[in-house]
């Protein structure tokens, strides 16, 4: 399988593309209508596209017990479909777990009508880096793979240079995303994409949730053969972007019109700290991010666009004094978040 031109085409010149959250009852059963209203409001956002069955959706959904990631994929599909947008959007199914679990989520992916997969290492200890690089192969005579660097805080582990060069190698590898949360690492990424040849086939997209608007605006330039190369960062795909979206793709709008300007203003060094400020509330950065997930799903229950902030797993909740932090950021920050767009959204489609 590959990918569409319409699609590589926008893929190359930047996407803003969420992670998709879970909508659950309060017994954790899935909450059908909250999870096609989180779609339909992601796309009437003006999303590029939808990552889903990701962390954010929360890994425990491959569980034998619940076994929801085919029902889940399913349920994003079919309501882009239903808008008729399944031409606008990069559809992103995560895929996880040792070669042959991935091998058969990339295959479901792929049947479901999904573009691209997003591959994690998370949880394959085990695993040499050459193992991780097979694994890969496999999954890209499957279906295009969008490639993941997840900080070690959260399950990712640190990945060396060569890994990156190699992996960058491999044909249908279109994208990585950067999550080390690390700027050194994120470098080596960069630098590795520009040595292996590939450069101008992978798209480089933050996953920085602590540094995302600074990535936006983040081109490198290293020395290769002589030659001069350079590779900037062209979207993103986040967790932070699952709220106050509306907001944040208008944000990432004027992004990528400042970007091609010789100078950028100052006003976007504020803005940068202000959305990473929001961020370590979201994501919980205080307690070494373990409230990540039940925070953004705070977040979407104080909009209306949950019933509550209830995970899979018993020890995913907020953390001590998380609500409170979500609230101080809020506060502070009402530039930033959507209010109003959600209000008019959850008005219009209680009348469909």
């Keep these: 399988m590959v990918l569409s031109f319409e699609k590589k085409k926008l893929l190359y010149e930047g996407a803003f593309i969420p992670a998709h959250p879970l909508a659950l009852h309060n017994d954790k059963s899935l909450d059908e209508q909250s999870q096609r209203r989180l779609t339909r409001y992601y796309i009437e956002a003006g999303v590029n596209g939808l990552a889903v069955g990701v962390h954010t959706t929360q890994f425990e959904i491959r569980d034998p017990e619940i076994n929801l990631y085919e029902k889940v994929l399913s349920l994003a599909i079919d309501e882009v479909e239903n808008l008729n947008v399944t031409n606008e959007l990069l559809m992103i199914a995560g895929v ?56 070690p805080a959260v399950g990712g582990r640190q ?12 044909d249908n590898v279109l994208a990585i995303k950067m999550a080390p949360f690390d700027r050194y690492e994120t470098l080596s990424v960069a630098r590795a994409v520009c040595e292996s040849g590939r450069q101008d086939e992978i798209a480089l997209y933050t996953g920085n949730d602590d540094n995302i608007v600074l990535d936006l605006f983040t081109t490198f330039k290293f020395r290769i053969d002589g030659k001069l190369v350079e590779k900037q960062i062209v979207g993103g795909l986040l967790g932070h972007w699952s709220v106050w979206t509306e907001n944040a793709v208008q944000m990432f709008k004027k992004i990528k019109e400042a970007r091609n300007k010789e100078t950028i203003e100052l006003k976007w060094l ?49 953390s001590e004094g998380q609500s409170e932090e979500i609230t101080r950021v809020e506060e502070e920050y009402p530039e930033l978040n959507d209010v109003k767009f959600v209000k008019s959204f959850l008005n219009n489609v209680s009348h469909v």
């Design 270 to 318: 504020k803005v940068a700290q202000n959305v990473t400020d929001a961020n370590a509330a979201f994501f919980d950065s205080k307690h070494q991010f373990k409230g990540s997930i039940a925070g953004i799903n705070e977040v979407l229950r104080r909009q209306g666009l949950l019933q509550g902030n209830w995970c899979l797993a018993d020890h995913e909740v907020l």
């Design 159 to 170: 990945l060396s240079f060569d890994f990156w060069k190699a992996f960058s190698a491999i």
């Design 96 to 151: 996880c777990g040792p070669t042959d679990q991935a091998v058969e989520e990339a295959k479901m992916a792929k049947r479901l009508g999904y573009d691209m997969v997003l591959v994690s290492n998370g949880g394959l200890g085990n695993y040499t880096e050459e193992d991780l690089l097979e694994r890969t192969r496999k999954i890209a005579t499957v279906i295009p793979v969008f490639g993941f660097y997840l900080q």
